[in-house]
Every structure is written in structure tokens, then in C-alpha cells.
Nanobody, 125 residues
């Protein structure tokens, strides 16, 4: 059974940093492509960062230069280092791993996806 579990959220002041972690287990495809998404109540879930099997990454423009996605392949733990946080980064953050995707993990639409339960990040001004 696939399990995706996030941790590391919390309350931080603007300009501060947080590191999110995601432990994924239960299927071999989990190491192929993973990513972080976030959602604010009343808005669509948006992607934040993705990483493919080779370690190549992609970022949403809103977080580029401030957030870094990485992975410990041996433990299959995904990280999101978030620096210079802004109040507009406040959201529920989700770790995700697609069973399949169209074309390219980093830029294409994902198909059936495993989601974690989410971890709340709140940035105060």
C-alpha cells in the first residue's frame, strides 16, 4: 500500500525558513517523479516544485530562487527547503507522486497521483 506522509510545516515570520519532508513508500514508481503542491482555501491546488528520477528539478515562478526541492534516494524522502518565506506562501503543502504522467515529469500533466495528507505552512507578516 502506497503511503505518502508530509511533516515539517508550522508558523514562521516573513523572511524565515522552513524545511518540509515527505516519506514515501509502497511502490517502486515513487522514485521516478515527485513534487510539492500547495493550496489555499477557495483556490485551485498549484504545483510548487518537481523532481525527476535523475534529480532534475523545476519550480513555479513564484518560488524560484527561494525554494529548493531535493531527495534522499536511499530513504526515498523528499524535501522542500523554503527560504525567504512570504505571507503569500501561506498554504497547505502536499507531497505527491504520480503513477504515470504525460511526456515529461517536470512540465507535463500528471495522471493518477498519490497525495499526502498535507502540512500547513503559515507565514506571518
Amino acid at each position: 500500500q502506497v503511503q505518502v506522509v508530509e511533516s515539517g510545516g508550522g508558523l514562521v515570520q516573513a523572511g524565515g525558513s522552513l524545511r518540509l519532508s515527505c516519506a514515501a513508500s509502497g511502490a517502486t514508481y515513487l522514485s521516478n517523479c515527485m513534487g510539492w503542491f500547495r493550496q489555499v482555501p477557495g483556490k485551485e491546488r498549484e504545483w510548487v516544485a518537481r523532481i525527476d528520477k535523475g534529480g532534475t528539478t523545476s519550480y513555479a515562478d513564484s518560488v524560484k530562487g527561494r525554494f529548493t526541492i531535493s531527495r534522499d534516494g536511499a530513504k526515498n524522502i523528499l524535501y522542500l527547503q523554503m527560504n525567504t518565506l512570504k505571507p503569500e506562501d501561506t498554504a497547505m503543502y502536499y507531497c505527491a507522486a504520480p503513477r504515470w504522467y504525460y511526456g515529461n515529469c517536470l512540465s507535463s500533466r500528471w495522471g493518477d497521483t498519490n497525495w499526502g495528507q498535507g502540512t500547513q505552512v503559515t507565514v506571518s507578516s
